[in-house]
Each structure stands twice: as C-alpha cells, then as structure tokens.
C-alpha cells in the first residue's frame, strides 16, 4: 500500500529516487494537511508540484460534477471532505511525482478499471501535456466520466472506452502503445500486471496502485511477472493524511515484449492468476 511515512524499498538496483520524492520523507504530505476538507489546506508542495489557478477550479469541478452524477449512477462513496482531497485527487497523484515535475511532457496513458474517473481525471488535470484513455466495462459510469471530462475542457485530451480489459489489450490501437499503465483497486496485483503490461511501449511503466502488501503479495506477483517478460522496478510506500491509511506503489517495466497470448480471454486473468500452479 501506499504509505506517506515514508519508507522506500527498492527492489532492484539502479533506481534513482527522483528529488521530488525524497523531499517527502521529512515527514511526508500528512504535517501539511490541517484537515483535509478543502483545497487550500493541502501541503502541494510536498508533491513537489502546485495545481496553477485553472487546475485547482478544475479540480473544485470535479468534485461537484461527482456529487452530482453520484446522485444518479453510483460511482463512488468517496466524494467529500477529505475522502475527496485526500482518498482520491491525493492518491491518484503521489505515484506521478516525478512526471509532475514536467507536466507538459507529452506521455499516452491509460487508467484500467476508472470506475468514477480516477486516477484517470486527476492524471488529466495535473498533466496537461497527458493524453489519457480511460476503460471501464461498466456503461453508466464511462457515460459519467464521458460528461466530467467534456464538463472540466478535457474532451481533446480524453479518451473513454467500454469495454473489458481484456479485449483493449489485444487491439492494435492500444496494445504495446502507451507510456504508463495505471489501475487503482481493481484486481489482485498478478491479475492487474496481466492488464497492464501488454499495453506498455517498450520503455513504458505499469502503475499499481495498492493498499497493503506483504512479502506474500510480492512473491505472488513475481511469479507472474515472469511470463509477461517484465519486472519490477520499485515499491514505494506512503501513509495517506487524514487518517487515510497505507498506500503502495509498484512500479513495473517491461524487460521484452509481451507474448501475445497476453491477456488472456475475457475473465481468464480472475480465474486463473498468473504465477498459480494452474496456468
């Protein structure tokens, strides 16, 4: 999981902590935030980074086109307060601090699994050099996040797509495409890096947002990893402000291309994780 303590175990050698993440080690973004209910008490510069004027109304919309398409479609619980601020626009941008410090970077990326947008919106609004594409198999909430995006101007920069991972990671016009890969609670982590990892480009990054992890987790993800032909590159741990628990970033990267076979068909990564005995 995540953890804004900040403790940092690095799993292979030969990768850099970027200035901006050792900068949240002296007491990491929790000592900035006074309660977390509104915007302008967040610690952004722990990020490294400060939404301008335009992003931060950007982000006030968001929060009200989520309360108010919450009333119809159930797309999440977390809508206030800090479960806002903090549980959502927060933890969707830790794992980005280094691609925050060049947000006009031009990066192809992908949220799997966005359910009510996030980290997918979030992503768009912090990083307007970003083109995101946002699946989810779900048709009432990509309609919502289809309007949120249009309602926050992020219509040419966002891309929604329903329909099941799986299927997206064997079409052409996704499949080995993009810069990062990122899913937020959505499956178990072998089943998410079958997701994910056909997707990046060659030099691409796999972003799995997680909540605990154990030794257990990580020899259950290795296994995995290895018919993928990817690896992984770190994880980065933070406690949330507000209370909001641990988090866990694992980062993973492609060593070759990914076999083909991968993902397998609609429902197969579920039933049959990668790295059983079964598979």
């Avoid at 809508?79 to 601090?97: K, R, T």
């Amino acid at each position: 999981e995540y953890g804004f303590g900040y403790t940092e175990m690095l799993l292979t050698v030969n990768h850099e902590i970027a200035p901006a993440e050792m900068a949240l080690g002296a007491g990491g973004l929790g000592e900035g935030c006074v309660d977390c209910h509104e915007p302008g008490v967040l610690d952004w510069d722990a990020l490294g980074w400060t939404p301008a004027p335009r992003q931060l109304e950007q982000f006030v919309t968001l929060q009200e086109e989520l309360l108010s398409w919450n009333q119809r479609v159930n797309l999440t619980r977390l809508v206030e307060g800090a479960d806002f601020w903090v549980a959502q626009v927060l933890d969707s941008l830790w794992p980005l601090l280094n691609e925050l410090q060049a947000p006009q970077t031009p990066l192809r990326c992908i949220d799997v699994g966005t359910g009510g947008g996030f980290p997918g919106l979030a992503v768009a609004i912090a990083l307007p050099g970003a083109q995101l594409t946002l699946v989810d198999s779900v048709g009432r909430k990509t309609a919502a996040v289809i309007a949120m995006a249009d309602s926050l101007g992020l219509a040419d920069r966002v891309q929604v797509r329903t329909e099941r991972i799986e299927r997206t990671g064997q079409d052409p016009a996704c499949r080995g495409c993009f810069d990062r890969a990122m899913a937020r609670a959505v499956a178990s982590a072998p089943v998410v890096a079958e997701y994910l990892v056909p997707l990046l480009q060659k030099d691409g990054e796999a972003l799995l947002y997680r909540g605990r992890w154990t030794e257990a987790d990580a020899h259950h993800l290795g296994n995995a990893l290895q018919p993928l032909n990817a690896s992984l590159l770190a994880c980065q741990q933070r406690d949330l402000p507000a209370d909001k628990g641990p988090r866990h970033l694992l980062r993973l990267r492609p060593l070759a291309t990914c076999p083909a076979t991968y993902p397998r068909a609609v429902g197969m990564p579920a039933k049959l994780p990668l790295g059983t005995s079964a598979d």
